[in-house]
């Protein structure tokens, strides 16, 4: 199943990038304030330009890792410490560790207990289904051994960030949703039923490793203290929040075993709430970014179908400069089980700042 993160850019890249360009030829440092899978910064530093991203969900923190700080496989030099591992030559530390990794003992635990109809889920008399018992258990193995690891310091932060994108990445693969995790599937689908496994990432060799930035945290706080050519905001255009949607990536990128709550069993989100999500907050969250962040320019993305409408949004944002709108017809974000029409416009907003 990949990835399928509502708003992603990931198609849009070359657009949003010539427009970059459009802007300023010579532009050669890029904010991207609200990064989610970290794909589109990927394709900023694939086209040569040096990256600031953050976002406030940490599975986009250990995404962004991977793909703005790492052209190869990183050494896991730790994994000596590991009894079970043997060096090889045939095989890479990298695949010597996910080998390790997928081969452990499942374990019924927090995944088995909150996440599939097997387990004793609280909160709910409704046993949940996002996962296989055997995966979900597979799953609470793999995230367990891999926060060991870390707390014995067996393998470095970046080291971290590339085990925890790829447990994600295979989740994704075998989470029995349509689409987000706001909720789960009555019956399991053929997909989820395949044993949870970790494949090797592939390493993109484009564009330099050095002088990125990844930072964790919310935009409007975080935004002074980053300075470029051009601030690309992404903002989240419905009410649906990130940290509900994905509650459960959340939870793999933050190694904890939070209370689950009702009969999806969300983890407790407000810590991570989005202003871009509320009609009457969006207008001080973008003030307080524009006003703060130290760029002339500023490109926003925003979709037809967003909270604000285009006029709406446009003309609030001319009280910060100059304004110019780009029109681009997308393919919709679509649930496996929405009967929505597949077009919708997407809004480039270029503010050149008084
Ligand atoms: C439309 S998505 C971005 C998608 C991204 N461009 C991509 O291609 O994957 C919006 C993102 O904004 C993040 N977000 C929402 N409010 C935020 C805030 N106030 N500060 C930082 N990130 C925020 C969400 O977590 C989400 O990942």
Redesign the pocket.
Known sequence: MGYR??????KLSEIIISEILKIDKNAKHII?????????SLALRENGFIVSA????TY?YHHLNFHLFMNCYPNFEGISHIKGIKKSNSLSNYELILNYLNELEPIKGYFYNEFSPEGKASNTTKARKYFTPENAAKIDSIRNEIKFLKGKNIITDKEHSLLIHDLIMATNDVANIAGTYGHYLSKFVKRSEVPVFLKPSRFSTSGSIEGHNVYL????ELSPSLSGDICYI????IKRQ??ANYHILETIAREDFPEAIGESGLRPWRD?Y????SKLKIRE?FTKIIEGVNCKHILI?YSEDGLIPINELTAFLSKFGKVSRKDIVYKRFKSNDSKKESKLHEYLIHVAKN
Do not use: H, R, W
């Open positions: 993160y509502i708003g992603s850019k990931d991207d304030l609200m990064a989610g899978t970290g794909l589109f953050l976002d406030v969900m986009s945290g919310y935009a409007e992404d903002p989240p255009y990130y940290a991570q989005s202003n871009f999500c969250s993305s």
